[in-house]
């Protein structure tokens, strides 16, 4: 079945540094990823749409300066956390699909800014 | 916009039924989910329902949509201690993969 693999599981990072989360399907080719933040205890925040050789997409709140979203292959997307704080401390989680399939998301990464 | 609601938390023993419920507002949902997250790692899909049935059945889970009330169910049968985690409904319109997710429900089950 389809697999999306998601790197790193866990990283701890100083504050002020950014941090790059990817976000790969291994099996198939990805033409939408999607990235969603999970805060404690909370339901899954959708951030953005990304389609492959286009600009993300993002949802109303969500800083595109803060959160670089680059999906340069059918096969990966990178989420970037610039300038990371510790508010930005999160579960992220991004899922991918291609047309006629449903979404499968990978295993999570848990950011601690410290 | 759209919004989907679910209770926060379901105790059940072992062995019993579980019923978890959720509600939506979006009246042009094409397909309705429910995933399971267990601590730590991303979500697993369950199964799914298409907003033209009413029922679908899957070994020990089966899905109620009463598309009227917009409200879905997921019941799962003899729930075993691995049952344990949290189960997200989520709605989605169209083909755009987009989803929009309840709250989660943390199941609890006691042996």
Same mark, same amino acid.
């Given at each position: 079945g389809a697999v999306v693999s998601q790197h790193p599981s866990r990283v701890i990072c100083k504050s002020g540094t950014s941090v790059k989360i990817e976000c790969r399907s291994l099996d198939f080719q990805a033409t939408t990823m999607f990235w969603y933040r999970q805060f404690p205890k909370k339901s899954l925040m959708l951030m953005a749409t990304s389609n492959e050789g286009s600009k993300a997409t993002y949802e109303q709140g969500v800083e595109k300066d803060k959160f670089l979203i680059n +999906? *340069? &292959?059918? %096969?990966l997307s990178t989420l970037t956390v610039t @300038? *990371? +704080?510790?508010? !930005?401390s999160s579960f992220y989680i991004c899922s991918a699909t291609r047309t006629g399939q449903s979404l499968t998301f990978g295993q999570g990464t848990r950011l601690t800014v410290v | 916009g759209e919004d989907v609601e679910q209770s926060l938390f379901l105790s059940v023993r072992e062995g019993d039924s579980s019923v978890i419920n959720c509600t939506y %507002? !979006? &009246? &042009? &949902?094409t397909y309705l989910y429910w995933y399971k997250q267990e601590p730590g790692a991303g979500l697993q899909l369950l199964t799914y329902i298409f907003s033209n049935m009413d029922m679908k059945q899957d070994q020990r889970l089966t899905v109620l949509l009463n598309k009227k009330d917009k409200h879905l169910s997921l019941r799962i049968a003899d729930?075993? %201690?691995? !049952? @344990?985690a949290i189960y997200f409904c989520a709605d989605s319109t169209g083909n755009t993969g987009k989803l929009i997710f309840g709250q989660g429900t943390t199941l609890q089950v006691k042996p």
């Open positions: +999906h *340069a &292959s059918l %096969t @300038s *990371a +704080h510790p508010e !930005d | %507002t !979006d &009246s &042009s &949902s729930t075993q %201690t691995g !049952d @344990s």
